[in-house]
């Protein structure tokens, strides 16, 4: 299985915006689900939110419901997780990862390399 | 929607076997069969290790199994070897196709 392919390392100031991408390939990229996850520095994972490329149906951890976007262009395989006003604690390491069935939400089997957000003033 | 609970740490020597649990609710760990383990090493992305409580990917060696009784999910790791020093994260499905991670475990061969 081919691993998913995360956009690079961000470095941004508090307020500003930023959306980071997550490509996949070798499979029908609009009949699986994506998630996001994230972790923090120096803690755990964290189930964000879901998103299935076929119709856009998306899901969030009420933790981040509102916080966050998750969106996807089936076009390009591409899933996408974006601010519109970054904070301080948004600092952590996300990954995009995605079952090896159709049409589950979970577990996931494959995942990104990982897209370091870094938010300093 | 609460993170499973975890031992923050667990050791054994060479050879040990160890268990972590996964506590969690009847809103999730104890509705669904849908538990699954995922093995993080540092620096590095998860790697999924045991799903819907038992099944293992292909790939991943027999000495890991997974369990479950009512709200509470099990990782063994028997044959305890250097390569399995880690975090463990369990993970369950949550309703409205949504999933909660645990807290994680850090495993210490000894």
């Known amino acids: 299985e081919v691993p998913l392919l995360q956009s690079g390392a961000e470095v941004k100031k508090p307020g500003e915006s930023l959306k980071i991408s997550c490509t996949g390939s070798?499979?029908?990229?609009?009949?699986?689900?994506i998630g996001w996850v994230r972790q923090m520095p120096g803690k755990g994972l964290e189930w964000m939110g879901i998103?299935?490329?076929?119709?856009?149906?998306?899901r969030y951890s009420p933790s981040f419901q509102g916080q966050v976007t998750i969106s996807a262009d089936e076009s390009i395989s591409t899933a996408y997780l974006q601010w519109s006003s970054l904070k301080a604690s948004d600092t952590a390491m996300y990954y995009c990862?995605?079952?090896?069935?159709?049409?589950?939400?979970?577990?996931?089997?494959?995942w990104g390399q990982g897209t370091m957000v870094t938010v300093s003033s | 929607q609460s993170a499973l609970t975890q031992p923050a740490s667990v050791s054994g020597s060479p050879g040990q076997s160890i268990t972590i649990s996964c506590t969690g609710s009847?809103?999730?760990?104890?509705?669904?069969?849908?538990v699954s383990w995922y093995q993080q090493h540092p620096g590095k992305a998860p790697k999924l290790m045991i799903y819907?409580?038992?099944r293992r990917p292909s790939g991943v060696s027999d000495r890991f199994s997974g369990s479950k009784s009512g709200n509470t999910a099990s990782l063994t790791i028997s044959g305890l070897q250097a390569e399995d020093e880690a975090d463990y994260y369990c993970?369950?499905?949550?309703?409205?196709?949504?999933?909660?991670f645990g807290t994680g475990t850090k495993v210490t061969v000894l």
């Open positions: 990862a995605r079952p090896k069935v159709d049409a589950s939400v979970g577990p996931f089997h494959i």
């Open positions: 070798g499979y029908t990229f609009s009949k699986y689900w």
């Open positions: 998103i299935y490329p076929g119709d856009s149906d998306t």
């Open positions: 009847s809103s999730d760990v104890g509705t669904y069969d849908l």
């Open positions: 819907e409580v038992s």
């Open positions: 993970c369950s499905y949550a309703l409205i196709n949504m999933e909660v």
